[in-house]
C-alpha cells in the first residue's frame, strides 16, 4: 500500500467500524441464534454505534492509530489490552449506570468485547502486512558511529515492516543549521536519529530544536535501538537516562503486582504440592545430601536474601568432581556437578517450585530481574556499567532477560542480560509480564540450554 498516512487512517479506522459492527452481529449471532439475528439488531444499533464512537476514541488515545507503533506485535498487544479495559468498564457504566436505551445487555455485551478484541488484534495484523509494502513512515538521518549505530543500521534493513529506513548516515554531525536542512529537504527526511553524546552538542541540539518546529522529528539512539531489540544499550546510557526513566517507577502497578504475585503464589502451592512432593522423594532417594538448597541471593535494594530450590547438584556445589576448587564458580551447560535427577528438575523448571516460598515471604517475584549472588554481584558491579540499578526491582522466577537470553555464564552473558533487565526495568507492565510468562511457558514445552545456577 502506496498511499500517504491519512490515506492509510482512513482505510484503519473504517476497517475498526467493520470489526466492531461486525462482533456485535456475531455476538447477537451465538446469543440468540442466526436465525434471529435481525429483529433484535434493530434495538441494539443506536446505542452502540454511540457505544464504538467512544470505542474509536479509546483507540486513538491509547495509540492504536499510531502507525509506527503498530508495526510492533508487542506494543499493539499493550494498546489493544489497555483499550480492552477501558472500553470494557465504559460500556458497563453506558448501559448501567445510564439506563436510557432500553437494553441491559450482559451476555451480548461479553461476547461483543471477547469477539471485537479478536477481530482487532487479526485486523491490525493484515493491516500491517499491507503497509509495509509502502514508503516507511520514519525516512532517517542517522548520526554518529559506534556499536549501537552499526546495529541500528543493520536492523533497519533487515526488518523494513518496523517502518525505518535510513536515507542517509553521516559519522561527523552537520556544523549548522542550514548544512542540516539541506540534507533534510535534499533526502526528504522527516526523522532525525542522535546518539546521546550528541545531546550536548548545542549547535546541533539548536538545529534539530529548529527542524522539529518544522515537522521533523528526532529520536535518542537508544530508543530506536530499543524498538528493534527489546533492550536498553548500555553504551548510550548516561545518569540522566536513568532519572528519566526510573526514577519514575511504576509505584501502582509495582504494588498491584505484589498482591497478584502473592496470591498465585498461594494456588500455585496448593496445586502443585503432588508435584513438589515427588520431586522431594526423587531427590532424597537418588543422591545424599539436603532436599532443599539454600543459597544467598542479592535482592531488591541490595538486601540479600535465602533462596530456596530442590537440591539439583550433588551435595558440595561448588566442588567439580574433577577438581579440588571450592571457590563460586559459574555453572555451565553441562555442569557434571549436577545430578541425574537434577537435570530432569531443571530441564521441567519443578527445581524452581521451593521459590513460591520465597515469593510468599516478599523476597522474590513471578517476574523480574534474576537474583544474583553476592559475590557475582560485587565483580559484576566492578566490571559492568550501571549493574546495580536493576535491583530497584524485587528480582523473579522469570524475566525478560531470561526468556530472551536463557544461558549466561560469563560477565560478558552478564553484561547482555542487563540491557534486557533495563528493558523490563523501564517498560514493565502487566502485558509484558504475560508476554514473559508466555514465552517461559513456551521454553518450558520446547527446552532450553541448562540454566546457569
Excluded at 441491559?104 to 491490525?124: C, D, F, G, N, Q
Excluded at 549466561?408 to 528493558?423: H, N, P, R
Amino acid at each position: 500500500m502506496t498511499a500517504p498516512a491519512p490515506v492509510k487512517l482512513f482505510f484503519l479506522f473504517l476497517g475498526d467500524l467493520v470489526v466492531l459492527y461486525a462482533s456485535l452481529v456475531a455476538a447477537l449471532a451465538i446469543r440468540l441464534g442466526s436465525t434471529g439475528v435481525i429483529e433484535p439488531l434493530a434495538p441494539h444499533l443506536y446505542p452502540f454505534t454511540l457505544l464504538f464512537l467512544i470505542w474509536l476514541v479509546v483507540f486513538y488515545i491509547v495509540g492504536l492509530y499510531d502507525l509506527r507503533r503498530l508495526r510492533r506485535l508487542l506494543d499493539l498487544l499493550k494498546m489493544l489490552a489497555a483499550a480492552v479495559v477501558v472500553n470494557t468498564v465504559l460500556a458497563v457504566g453506558f448501559f448501567y449506570l445510564l439506563p436510557v436505551f432500553g437494553i441491559a445487555p450482559k451476555t451480548s455485551l461479553v461476547l461483543v468485547v471477547i469477539i471485537a478484541a479478536i477481530l482487532e488484534l487479526a485486523w491490525r495484523r493484515i493491516f500491517q502486512r499491507l503497509t509495509i509494502r509502502g514508503e516507511p513512515s520514519s525516512r532517517a538521518l542517522l548520526l554518529g558511529s559506534g556499536e549501537t549505530t552499526d546495529a541500528v543500521l543493520a536492523a533497519v534493513a533487515e526488518h523494513p515492516q518496523l517502518g525505518y529506513v535510513i536515507r542517509l548516515h553521516l559519522a561527523l554531525a552537520p556544523t549548522s543549521l542550514e548544512e542540516l536542512r539541506g540534507l533534510v529537504r535534499e533526502k526528504n527526511i522527516n526523522t532525525v536519529i542522535l546518539p546521546r553524546h550528541l545531546h550536548h552538542d548545542p549547535i546541533l541540539t539548536r538545529a534539530c530544536y529548529e527542524l522539529l518546529r518544522e515537522g521533523v522529528e528526532v529520536q535518542d539512539l537508544a530508543t530506536v535501538y530499543e524498538l528493534f531489540f527489546r533492550k536498553i544499550p548500555l553504551m548510550e546510557l548516561e545518569e540522566s537516562w536513568f532519572l528519566e526513566f526510573v526514577a519514575s517507577s511504576h509505584r501502582l502497578y509495582d504494588q498491584l503486582k505484589g498482591g497478584i504475585d502473592l496470591v498465585a503464589a498461594l494456588l500455585l502451592t496448593v496445586i502443585l504440592s503432588p508435584l513438589g512432593a515427588l520431586a522431594a522423594v526423587a531427590v532424597a532417594l537418588t543422591s545424599r545430601g539436603p532436599i532443599f538448597y539454600r543459597q544467598t541471593r542479592t535482592g531488591r535494594h541490595g538486601r540479600p536474601f535465602t533462596l530456596y530450590k530442590f537440591r539439583s547438584m550433588y551435595h558440595s556445589p561448588e566442588r567439580n568432581p574433577d577438581a579440588q576448587a571450592t571457590a563460586p564458580v559459574w555453572s555451565g551447560p553441562r555442569d557434571p556437578r549436577i545430578t541425574p535427577v537434577g537435570r530432569v528438575l531443571r530441564f521441567t523448571h519443578l527445581d524452581e517450585l521451593p521459590q513460591l516460598l520465597n515469593i510468599l515471604r516478599g523476597e522474590l517475584s513471578f517476574v523480574g530481574p534474576r537474583p544474583e549472588r553476592p559475590e557475582f554481584v560485587s565483580l559484576l558491579i566492578q566490571e559492568i556499567p550501571h549493574f546495580d540499578i536493576r535491583h530497584v526491582l524485587k528480582p523473579g522466577i522469570t524475566g525478560w532477560a531470561q526468556v530472551n537470553y536463557p544461558y549466561g555464564a560469563s560477565v560478558a552473558d552478564a553484561y547482555e542480560k542487563l540491557q534486557y533487565d533495563l528493558f523490563y526495568l523501564k517498560n514493565r507492565s502487566p502485558v509484558l509480564d504475560l508476554a514473559v510468562a508466555l514465552n517461559t511457558l513456551k521454553l518450558f514445552f520446547v527446552g532450553s540450554q541448562n540454566k546457569p545456577r
